[in-house]
């Protein structure tokens, strides 16, 4: 069945949209119907909110209509950009102390030192208190921490960033659907260790960046994987942190211009060679 276009589907501008936000019953009737996953009638949704003047409510609730709030046959419900308000809201809810630490399940691959993270001002990073070696910076939004144990918190962080860089990867910015691109960079400020070069994947159009080693990158590759996995390492069961190939030990300068390094993994004595190009192409020198 094909939607009618009607008015609601008007053009809102961003500064329109949000100025509707700026409202206290406007934000309740996003929040209760982000509650219900069937449309709900004009009554029930002015019971809910708790609205007594029925011609207030209506003003509010007509307001949001062609932006946040769709208005259909069985009643209303969200718009995906109400669904993404929803989002924000529960992301954005932080309810415990300003900094914290974690012991993470890992040691480092340099010092065997166990490795910590910290979160602060709404960013984790990783670090190895032994080698002073910082592993991984990567915002977290806050909503992250509700319902989880310390411990699923622990394991939650390197899934996360590890997830965020395939979306990017595969050319989706997660911030806002536009189209990333990836290449090697030289230099990054968001790693401190003096590899020669670094995953850098930006969208074109928010300007999203994520910034990862480049054996970070490798272990994304189907050739890398399968490598692992016939030496009994299941990449995506295993800590991110724990994985000696996450460390750039192995990572040499082939070229400046254009840009491209070479990667060798060891695994039970044997060895993958891989080349890895400015535009992120991989090829396999040696297997064997
Ligand atoms: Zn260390
Ligand atoms: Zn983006």
């Given at each position: 069945?094909?939607?009618?276009?009607?008015?609601?589907?008007?053009?809102?501008?961003?500064?329109?949209?949000?100025?509707?936000?700026?409202?206290?019953?406007?934000?309740?009737?996003?929040?209760?119907?982000?509650?219900?996953?069937?449309?709900?009638?004009?009554?029930?949704?002015?019971?809910?909110?708790?609205?007594?003047?029925?011609?207030?409510?209506?003003?509010?609730?007509?307001?949001?209509?062609?932006?946040?709030?769709?208005?259909t046959d069985e009643g209303y419900e969200?718009?995906?950009?109400?669904?993404?308000?929803?989002?924000?809201?529960?992301?954005?809810?932080?309810?415990?102390?300003?900094?914290?630490n974690f012991d993470l399940d890992s040691?480092?691959?340099?010092?065997?030192?166990?490795?910590?993270?910290?979160?602060?001002?709404?960013?984790?990073?990783?670090?190895?208190?032994?080698?002073?070696?910082?592993?991984?910076?990567?915002?977290?939004?806050?909503?992250?921490?509700?319902?989880?144990?310390?411990?699923?918190?622990?394991?939650?962080?390197?899934?996360?960033?590890?997830?965020?860089?395939?979306?990017?990867?595969?050319?989706?910015?997660?911030?806002?659907?536009?189209?990333?691109?990836?290449?090697?960079?030289?230099?990054?400020?968001?790693?401190?260790?003096?590899?020669?070069?670094?995953?850098?994947?930006?969208?074109?159009?928010?300007?999203?960046?994520?910034?990862?080693?480049?054996?970070?990158?490798?272990?994304?590759?189907?050739?890398?994987?399968?490598?692992?996995?016939?030496h009994g390492i299941d990449l995506d069961?295993?800590?991110?942190?724990?994985?000696?190939?996450?460390?750039?030990?192995?990572?040499?300068?082939?070229?400046?211009?254009?840009?491209?390094?070479?990667?060798?993994?060891?695994?039970?004595?044997?060895?993958?060679?891989?080349?890895?190009?400015?535009?992120?192409?991989?090829?396999?020198?040696?297997?064997?």
């Amino acid at each position: 069945m094909m939607a009618e276009p009607t008015k609601d589907a008007e053009n809102v501008t961003p500064e329109k949209a949000f100025s509707l936000l700026g409202n206290e019953t406007r934000v309740a009737i996003i929040q209760v119907l982000g509650e219900e996953s069937d449309p709900l009638s004009f009554s029930a949704v002015r019971e809910r909110v708790g609205t007594r003047d029925s011609g207030q409510f209506n003003y509010h609730l007509t307001k949001l209509v062609g932006s946040f709030v769709r208005r259909t046959d069985e009643g209303y419900e969200l718009s995906y950009a109400g669904h993404r308000i929803v989002g924000a809201i529960h992301s954005g809810t932080y309810r415990r102390g300003d900094r914290m630490n974690f012991d993470l399940d890992s040691t480092c691959t340099v010092c065997e030192t166990t490795i910590k993270a910290t979160y602060e001002n709404e960013r984790v990073t990783v670090r190895c208190p032994g080698c002073e070696t910082r592993l991984s910076e990567f915002g977290f939004p806050p909503g992250g921490f509700e319902n989880r144990t310390i411990t699923e918190l622990t394991q939650v962080f390197g899934q996360y960033v590890d997830g965020i860089f395939s979306f990017m990867l595969r050319g989706i910015c997660l911030n806002c659907s536009g189209k990333t691109v990836g290449k090697l960079i030289e230099e990054t400020e968001r790693i401190d260790d003096d590899a020669p070069a670094y995953v850098e994947v930006a969208c074109d159009q928010c300007g999203e960046t994520t910034t990862s080693h480049v054996n970070g990158y490798l272990l994304h590759h189907p050739v890398v994987a399968s490598f692992h996995y016939d030496h009994g390492i299941d990449l995506d069961r295993s800590e991110l942190w724990n994985l000696d190939l996450y460390r750039n030990e192995s990572l040499t300068l082939l070229s400046s211009d254009p840009l491209s390094v070479g990667s060798t993994i060891e695994l039970d004595g044997d060895r993958l060679e891989l080349v890895i190009n400015e535009d992120l192409s991989v090829s396999i020198e040696t297997e064997q």
